[in-house]
């Protein structure tokens, strides 16, 4: 079925959001590789500079969430796109105070503004959009593209530019995107029923946070945010670690580059394919989403991931085709599931507390899935066996409680899905 004109405003503009969300995040590893040569600090140090803004962009999707219920998703989008473009900018102007720890202040505006947009964004989808599925695989595509085109585009302009030039480039586009944003014209909540208060809330104190927060936790959302986490567990231990792993691999000696790239490690055409197969995984997840109730897809992907997980511990000391082919599968599927959980949320919660709900997700998926790093990087110095075993274990347990969910799980006081958006069990 084809998207109609409200559908495809807000796909446009939610779009454009996620790509640029993961455009900047995606290009901050590259400048950092600069960085600690221009500012000659310690790795350590430059870690504690970073390691904050990535945690804003996880745990600030909470209050995020509130603050979408409260004044609605464009306005919180429009924000965001427009305070991750101040922040590189603010990056960019740190080169002229010659200070890291000016970078750190442009870093800790970035990621406040970024942690507005997935509890935005997917409340927008959600309240706005009749054709769910196709938008949200849309949607997943943009987000995808975004990871693979900012570190490619911020290792390019580095070539001929210096670093500075190079940050002020990356938010420009971001200050398109606001342009873009305040001219799009919607109706954000025209796929819920008439008589559903899906629109900005009034509600903003804390004792009304908490009496939300209680009924989505009293719900069947308490189970979705548990499997969320733990395939936050999964996404960002192997995301994380991968490159690094593929780097280490006897394998990528047979992958020559011709002369004059010595500088690039054939290990990262690799990753980044890897993120461009998750484009088709991202389309063909959030199109099943139409058909496939939420938790069996999730169940059914996750068993597929565990599988894949322990299939790197043998082919890691395989051929280079074996790796490049595990990978390819391995980013399909990674990403394939994201438009059932982030479907499983809209079925499960009301229309009214949308916001509130995908900025708990968003916590558990990029806050407390970010515990695989550091749990990573111990079982990785003891056993490149053990750390997939570890990864296997976080999509077991997803999968688990995936089974629990499509069986009808009904631990809690409120487990039946919203009317509008209830699947065909």
């Given at each position: 079925?084809?998207?109609?004109?409200?559908?495809?405003?807000?796909?446009?503009?939610?779009?454009?959001?996620?790509?640029?969300?993961?455009?900047?995040?995606?290009?901050?590893?590259?400048?950092?590789?600069?960085?600690?040569?221009?500012?000659?600090?310690?790795?350590?140090?430059?870690?504690?500079?970073?390691?904050?803004?990535?945690?804003?962009?996880?745990?600030?999707?909470?209050?995020?969430?509130?603050?979408?219920?409260?004044?609605?998703?464009?306005?919180?989008?429009?924000?965001?796109?427009?305070?991750?473009?101040?922040?590189?900018?603010?990056i960019a102007g740190a080169s002229y105070l010659d200070s890291i720890y000016a970078i750190a202040v442009g870093l800790l505006l970035w990621g406040l503004a970024a942690s507005v947009y997935h509890?935005?964004?997917?409340?927008?989808?959600?309240?706005?959009?009749?054709?769910?599925?196709?938008?949200?695989?849309?949607h997943g595509i943009a987000g995808n593209a975004g990871i693979a085109l900012g570190p490619f585009v911020a290792a390019t302009l580095l070539i001929f530019l210096e670093w500075q030039y190079v940050a002020a480039i990356l938010a420009a586009p971001g200050a398109l995107a606001v342009l873009y944003g305040l001219s799009a014209d919607f109706e954000a909540t025209?796929?819920?029923?008439?008589?559903?208060?899906?629109?900005?809330?009034?509600?903003?104190?804390?004792?009304?946070?908490?009496?939300?927060?209680?009924?989505l936790f009293a719900s069947t959302f308490a189970l979705v945010f548990v499997i969320v986490t733990f395939e936050g567990l999964y996404y960002r231990g192997m995301l994380t670690y991968l490159p690094e792993i593929l780097h280490g691999l006897p394998a990528m000696d047979a992958l020559a580059l011709p002369e004059g790239l010595d500088g690039i490690e054939p290990a990262d055409y690799i990753?980044?394919?890897?993120?461009?197969?998750?484009?088709?995984?991202?389309?063909?997840?959030?199109?099943?989403?139409?058909?496939?109730?939420p938790a069996r897809g999730m169940a059914a992907i996750f068993a597929v991931l565990v599988v894949l997980a322990i299939a790197f511990v043998p082919v890691t000391g395989m051929g280079l085709i074996a790796i490049v082919a595990l990978c390819g599968v391995f980013g399909f599927f990674l990403f394939a599931i994201q438009p059932f959980y982030q479907n499983a949320?809209?079925?499960?919660?009301?229309?009214?507390?949308?916001?509130?709900?995908?900025?708990?997700?968003?916590?558990?998926?990029?806050?407390?899935?970010?515990?695989?790093?550091?749990?990573?990087?111990?079982?990785?110095?003891?056993?490149l066996g053990w750390f997939f075993v570890m990864i296997a274990a976080f999509a077991l347990v997803g999968m688990v409680l995936s089974v629990a969910l499509a069986a009808g799980l009904d631990w809690f006081a409120d487990a039946e899905p919203t009317p509008e958006t209830a699947p065909d069990d």
């Open positions: 079925m084809a998207l109609n004109a409200n559908d495809r405003s807000i796909a446009g503009f939610t779009m454009a959001g996620h790509a640029l969300v993961h455009w900047f995040e995606t290009a901050i590893p590259i400048l950092l590789v600069v960085w600690l040569a221009e500012f000659d600090v310690s790795l350590l140090l430059l870690g504690l500079v970073l390691a904050p803004s990535y945690g804003l962009f996880g745990f600030g999707a909470l209050p995020a969430g509130v603050l979408v219920d409260r004044f609605g998703a464009k306005r919180l989008i429009i924000l965001c796109l427009g305070g991750m473009s101040a922040a590189f900018f603010v509890p935005a964004g997917l409340a927008l989808i959600s309240t706005g959009v009749e054709e769910r599925g196709t938008v949200f695989a849309w025209a796929a819920v029923d008439d008589d559903a208060d899906a629109g900005p809330s009034d509600a903003l104190s804390l004792s009304e946070f908490l009496a939300n927060s209680k009924v990753y980044v394919g890897l993120l461009v197969v998750g484009m088709a995984g991202q389309y063909v997840g959030g199109k099943l989403t139409d058909r496939i109730p949320v809209a079925v499960y919660t009301p229309a009214d507390t949308r916001g509130l709900s995908y900025g708990y997700t968003y916590l558990g998926e990029f806050g407390f899935g970010a515990a695989s790093i550091a749990l990573g990087g111990f079982v990785l110095d003891v056993s």
